[in-house]
């Protein structure tokens, strides 16, 4: 099995350094500066034990590789990038292979659905971070993070428990879940919050609560099956152990990275969105996740930092 992770930034570098670091077969696909540094310097992977430089050969576009039966491709960027990346998969007409998505939200299994048969879902619990080119960093030691891996949308065959198989053996922890569609909406409702932290520069508070509250209330409308709160924290008990990095905590989530990288576009849409959208659908009120959504949006078309806004604040607006 080789692993071709197309999107190597901060979750997908920390699992494609790990995962070449044990002995599996990896190939990036990344672009811009952070490609040139891999290629140029190697994969700079942090902890907090320490920094290992890790030689993985990298491309800038799938149309570069020799497809092989077999491969499986982990999905890694941010959402709105998801449909390109995977029109650019299809247009390579690689063997059949199965596509995991080790990505927020529920939109991309979906949109890999229109394009390939054998789609999986990660529900990924990893803290990292990527901000400079050619450097990825994992706060969690000695586990890396939780990536527990499923069938999209229910069923967990023999390619899911080889890739959770990998991934344990690569400093994680992982489950091949036939319900992994249930994980991957406990995870949205959490996910919710990071506009809070991107907007306000904290993750928590009532405008968080709020978020939640309303995700839970449009996921019931819509029938959808969640796992629940306390199942979260069964998984996720005595399993990571956050520390800072040389000195310094990490300073935010991945749609915090977003703004703080300001490439001009953030996952929200697709996060506090679903939402928004669900609500829609099914009459169930969203005005703080909409805020959230719009608010996001606007911080990064214009490439503000994070943290500029107060959590008061924005509770005015909806106050």
């Known amino acids: 099995m080789r692993f071709i992770v197309y999107g190597a930034g901060a979750i997908g570098g920390v699992i494609g350094a790990r995962l070449?670091?044990?002995?599996?077969?990896?190939?990036?696909?990344?672009?811009?500066?952070?490609?040139?540094?891999?290629?140029?310097?190697?994969?700079?992977?942090?902890?907090?034990?320490?920094?290992?430089?890790?030689?993985?050969?990298?491309v800038g576009h799938p149309s570069e590789l020799v497809w092989r039966a077999g491969d499986v491709v982990l999905l890694?960027?941010?959402?709105?990038?998801?449909?390109?990346?995977l029109d650019a998969l299809a247009a390579?007409?690689?063997?059949?292979?199965?596509i995991v998505c080790a990505q927020n939200g529920v939109e991309n299994e979906r949109l890999a659905l229109e394009r390939f048969s054998h789609v999986y879902g990660v529900a990924?619990?990893?803290?990292?971070?990527?901000?400079?080119?050619?450097?990825?960093?994992?706060y969690a030691d000695p586990i890396a993070g939780i990536l527990d891996v499923g069938r999209w949308p229910a069923g967990a065959?023999?390619?899911?428990?080889?890739?959770?198989?990998?991934?344990?053996?690569?400093?994680?922890?992982?489950?091949?879940?036939?319900?992994?569609?249930?994980?991957?909406?406990?995870?949205?409702?959490?996910n919710l919050g990071?506009?809070?932290?991107?907007?306000?520069?904290?993750?928590?508070?009532?405008?968080v609560r709020r978020a939640q509250a309303e995700g839970e209330d449009c996921l019931r409308a819509a029938g959808i099956a969640v796992a629940s709160e306390a199942e979260d924290r069964a998984r996720r008990d005595g399993i990571l152990r956050v520390q800072p990095i040389g000195g310094r905590q990490r300073p935010g989530g991945s749609t915090w990275q977003s703004?703080?990288?300001?490439?001009?576009?953030?996952?929200?849409?697709?996060?506090?969105?679903?939402?928004?959208?669900?609500?829609?659908?099914?009459?169930?009120?969203?005005?703080?996740?909409?805020?959230?959504?719009?608010?996001?949006?606007?911080?990064?078309?214009?490439?503000?930092?994070?943290?500029?806004?107060?959590?008061?604040e924005l509770l005015r607006r909806l106050d």
């Open 124 to 138: 990924v619990m990893c803290p990292t971070l990527h901000l400079e080119p050619g450097v990825v960093q994992a």
């Open 92 to 98: 390579c007409d690689p063997p059949e292979c199965g």
């Open 20 to 58: 070449h670091q044990h002995g599996h077969e990896v190939v990036l696909i990344a672009r811009g500066d952070h490609l040139d540094a891999i290629r140029t310097r190697g994969l700079r992977i942090e902890s907090p034990r320490g920094a290992d430089v890790v030689v993985i050969p990298a």
């Open 194 to 207: 990071n506009a809070v932290q991107a907007l306000c520069g904290s993750g928590g508070g009532e405008l």
């Open 259 to 312: 703004l703080a990288r300001a490439g001009g576009s953030i996952e929200t849409d697709h996060l506090n969105g679903e939402i928004v959208r669900l609500g829609r659908l099914h009459g169930v009120p969203t005005p703080v996740n909409a805020l959230l959504q719009q608010l996001a949006r606007e911080a990064a078309r214009a490439r503000r930092p994070p943290g500029e806004l107060s959590e008061a």
């Open 157 to 190: 065959d023999e390619c899911a428990r080889a890739v959770a198989a990998a991934f344990e053996r690569s400093t994680f922890v992982s489950e091949a879940r036939p319900d992994i569609a249930r994980w991957k909406y406990r995870k949205l409702i959490t």
């Open 76 to 85: 890694a960027m941010k959402t709105q990038h998801s449909a390109a990346a």
